[in-house]
Nanobody, 116 residues
Framework: QVQLVESGGGLVQPGGSLRLSCAAS???????MGWYRQAPGKQRELVAT???????NYADSVKGRFTISRDNAKNTAYLQMITLKPEDTAVYYC???????????WGQGTQVTVSS
């Protein structure tokens, strides 16, 4: 079992920046780490993923503005967000996925609100 704890959310003005962190209770080395978000009344959607080898993938809506990274030594994944827009407002969730091992874990989420 892996516990994931997100932090770093909050209220920010349009154009601002935030860095989200996802701290795991154990080693994340075998997991693909991801960030997802869910806005009110909408389905949860992929934001970004990073493989064990460091390959990244982004939703089109965040390309060029968000950067996902991981520090396996710290058992932590990050999401750096810049040039935030009101439409980025959502609860952001971290996940750890090892499909071949049938292990998939979610964090509890952190609220990001972009508003003036």
């Amino acid at each position: 079992q892996v516990q994931l704890v997100e932090s770093g959310g909050g209220l920010v003005q349009p154009g601002g920046s935030l860095r989200l962190s996802c701290a795991a209770s154990t080693s994340i080395g075998i997991y693909v780490m991801g960030w997802y978000r869910q806005a009110p009344g909408k389905q949860r959607e992929l934001v970004a993923t990073i493989t064990t080898g460091g390959r990244t993938n982004y939703a089109d809506s965040v390309k060029g503005r968000f950067t996902i990274s991981r520090d396996n030594a710290k058992n932590t994944a990050y999401l750096q967000m810049i040039t935030l827009k009101p439409e980025d407002t959502a609860v952001y969730y971290c996940d750890a996925d090892a499909p071949l091992l049938k292990r998939h874990y979610w964090g509890q989420g952190t609220q990001v609100t972009v508003s003036s």
